[in-house]
T-cell receptor, first 112, second 112 residues
Framework: EDQVTQSPEALRLQEGESSSLNCSYT??????LFWYRQDPGKGPEFLFT???AGEEKEKERLKATLTKKESFLHITAPKPEDSATYLC?????????????FGTGTSLTVIP | EAQVTQNPRYLITVTGKKLTVTCSQN?????MSWYRQDPGLGLRQIYY???????DKGDVPEGYKVSRKEKRNFPLILESPSPNQTSLYFC???????????FGPGTRLTVL
């Protein structure tokens, strides 16, 4: 069964304390893995797309990596403004096109 | 400004009273989608549309209808809302089914 699982559910970090978020997937024939950031009460905002194992992408304090079974979102020296829920998603092929599976997210709190 | 708009942003209604949530995008995107977001369950896809000619069910389509008569609009229709449809709803669009999605601001629906 196709699944996307994120861990941990919640993470509290001190400002400057680096860590990683995990997204594991079992979708066959990966057509991309997407990372989004979501602030409370707002729509998700796109961060990265990764297409093949070994690929890495960076944006400010965030770096996303991809293996054949999982993706990591590394946060280096986080700041309070990095506090948000981070979601990963994968498309799954259906009879008519592509559905999207989202993980339930990791809620990150960065304490000053 | 490139954006996805949804209306209304907030809606309180009663069981059985038909309602429509509108969604419009100005980016000439082919792929559009509706999601509901519930605590602990994450974002779940209700319906998606590959293009004007192709619309299909996502993971939680029961109780919802959609139509895609023109490229920019993708309304979500609840013919007979029930309390279990109380949720936060997001519309999203993307260039294609394997590109990053742009999300609307969300519609918070309460069905009494």
């Amino acid at each position: 069964e196709d699944q996307v699982t994120q861990s941990p559910e919640a993470l509290r970090l001190q400002e400057g304390e680096s860590s990683s978020l995990n997204c594991s997937y079992t979708v066959s024939g990966l057509r991309g893995l997407f990372w989004y950031r979501q602030d409370p009460g707002k729509g998700p905002e796109f961060l990265f797309t990764l297409y093949s194992a070994g690929e890495e992408k960076e944006k400010e304090r965030l770096k996303a990596t991809l293996t054949k079974k999982e993706s990591f979102l590394h946060i280096t020296a986080p700041k309070p403004e990095d506090s948000a829920t981070y979601l990963c998603a994968v498309p799954r092929s259906s009879n008519t096109g592509n559905q999207f599976y989202f993980g339930t997210g990791t809620s990150l709190t960065v304490i000053p | 400004e490139a954006q996805v708009t949804q209306n209304p942003r907030y809606l309180i209604t009663v069981t059985g009273k038909k309602l429509t949530v509108t969604c419009s995008q100005n980016m000439n995107h082919e792929y559009m989608s509706w999601y509901r977001q519930d605590p602990g369950l994450g974002l779940r896809q209700i319906y998606y549309s590959m293009n004007v000619e192709v619309t299909d069910k996502g993971d939680v389509p029961e109780g919802y209808k959609v139509s895609r008569k023109e490229k920019r609009n993708f309304p979500l229709i609840l013919e007979s809302p029930s309390p279990n449809q109380t949720s936060l709803y997001f519309c999203a669009s993307s260039l294609s089914s394997v590109n990053e999605q742009f999300f609307g601001p969300g519609t918070r629906l309460t069905v009494l």
